[in-house]
């Protein structure tokens, strides 16, 4: 069975950084596109960031552009998620979720998920 | 950008009930949608894909069905542990937006 094991949340103040990272397992990690969707307290989803196979692509919501960025070790089997300048509003459990088809020219479904990470922002 | 509306926002329900819910595409997204279950404290997990697609290991109680901008997901004969949040999500097009949800409570 898939694996998608989360780490990095935690408390940071407003303007601060924190690097999230999902470590992969039980598949090949270097075929997928992965992506990142977050879900504030008692909220719904929210799509945030998709990177392609090698590294080479990567897409963002709007409200992260320009603040965080999505990347990926396949040496080590691992995505990551660098957030800056985070505000109260970055405040969310953020899940790390596999692409069931990593093409472009295929629809974009979340087939496995981690256990997520919780991210507060507070001062 | 696509958006996505679900409703109800909950509803009530005994164990061997029918739950129909339903999610509304803003643009044609053809049969590119999935739903997904999600009880607390616990990730989302993948129940159907393309509109009407069961997942490896869904019960069949679960189905869905719709296109274009109309979807539904319909649950048979409630089960206990169905009871829980349900979120659509299109798959068409970036940003892959998800509707608001469902949650199915105990009547």
């Known amino acids: 069975e898939v694996q998608l094991v989360e780490s990095g949340g935690g408390l940071v103040q407003p303007g601060g950084s924190l690097r999230l990272s999902c470590a992969a397992s039980r598949f090949t990690f270097n075929t997928y596109w992965m992506h990142w969707v977050r879900q504030a307290p008692g909220k719904g989803l929210v799509w945030v960031s998709r990177?392609?196979?090698?590294?080479?692509?990567?897409m963002y919501s709007d409200s992260v552009k320009g603040r965080f960025t999505i990347s990926r070790d396949n040496a080590e089997n691992t995505l990551y998620l660098q957030m800056n300048s985070l505000t109260v509003e970055d405040t969310a459990v953020y899940y790390c979720?596999?692409?069931?088809?990593?093409?472009?020219?295929?629809?974009?479904?979340?087939?496995?998920w981690g256990q997520g990470t919780l991210v507060t922002v507070s001062s | 950008d696509i958006q996505m509306t679900q409703s109800p926002s909950s509803v009530s329900a005994s164990v061997g009930d029918r739950v129909t819910i339903t999610c509304r595409a803003s643009?044609?997204?053809?049969?590119?949608l999935a739903w997904y279950q999600q009880k607390p404290g616990e990730a989302p997990k993948l129940l159907i894909y393309?509109?009407?697609n069961l997942q490896s290991g869904v019960p069949s109680r679960f189905s869905g069905s719709g296109s274009e901008t109309d979807f539904t997901l319909t649950i048979n004969s409630l089960q206990p542990e169905d009871f829980a949040t349900y979120f659509c999500q299109q798959a068409n097009s970036f940003p892959f937006a998800f509707g608001g949800g469902t949650k199915v409570e105990i009547k």
């Open positions: 990177i392609n196979i090698d590294g080479s692509r990567t």
């Open positions: 643009l044609s997204i053809k049969t590119w």
């Open positions: 393309s509109a009407s």
């Open positions: 979720t596999r692409d069931s088809y990593s093409s472009i020219t295929y629809p974009t479904y979340f087939d496995s």
